[in-house]
């Protein structure tokens, strides 16, 4: 075999058997319904949506450490008189709500290592099907469209007025998450058709001098599950 050939086919064998030893084995999976209640002149409404959170240990240090986490859902839908409500898959600061909603949960438990934590408690919670009510700190980027089929219509809400985008007796009530085993939420795409088509990008830009989308979003920010098979 010529020399050459054999080093590249030797060194190829090496980084294969080194991806394969430090690849991300799953440690840790916690799937949650999170549900939002409304008030409303002729009721309360809800609507909820089931997310995963999962935590992975490396045998190999990575970037962010030997921990890496992943996540799967999809936005919250509340149809509401004057609109659609969103409860979305981001929150102001955290770019992975899922997984942030169950780390500030172990977190304030006072747990010294809340990566640890969550691989020791994610089969208890599942078991006990933990549910609380989600503190402020927590609420998800609530938005809705002046026109549901313009992306660019996109605005945000305030959680602590929605009668200023709904109108009169509208009012969040609460945000409940609660562990379950129902499957990941899926359909979105039949509300917002337009959604596959950007394939996980930002949202398109409101005017051609704007640097990024409305409030940065990205198609992930609606959906995982979308983009999974597109």
Known sequence: ?????????????????????????????????????????????????????????????FEHGKYQWDYSGE?????????????????????????????????????????KSWIKLAPRWKNEKLAFELPRSNYPMLVRFRDIKEPKSVEQVDPDDLAASFGPGIGLRRITVEVTDSPVTTGIEKILNWLPSI????????????????????????????????
């Open 1 to 61: 075999m010529n020399r050459r050939l054999f080093l590249s086919s030797a060194t190829s064998l090496f980084f294969l058997a080194f991806s394969s030893c430090s690849f991300l084995e799953p440690q840790g999976d916690i799937r949650y319904r999170i549900t939002l209640e409304v008030d409303t002149p002729s009721g309360i409404k809800t609507a909820s949506s089931v997310w995963e959170a999962r935590l992975h240990e490396a045998l190999a240090a």
């Open 75 to 115: 936005a919250i839908v509340l149809d509401l008189p004057e609109g659609t409500l969103f409860g979305l898959l981001r929150s102001e600061n955290e770019v992975q709500l899922p997984v942030a909603i169950m780390r500030d949960q172990i977190i304030a438990t006072k747990a010294s290592d809340w990566r």
């Open 199 to 230: 394939h996980g990008n930002l949202l398109p830009k409101i005017d051609n001098s704007a640097k990024t989308s409305p409030f940065g979003l990205q198609g992930v920010d609606f959906s995982t599950e979308i983009f999974n098979e597109y």
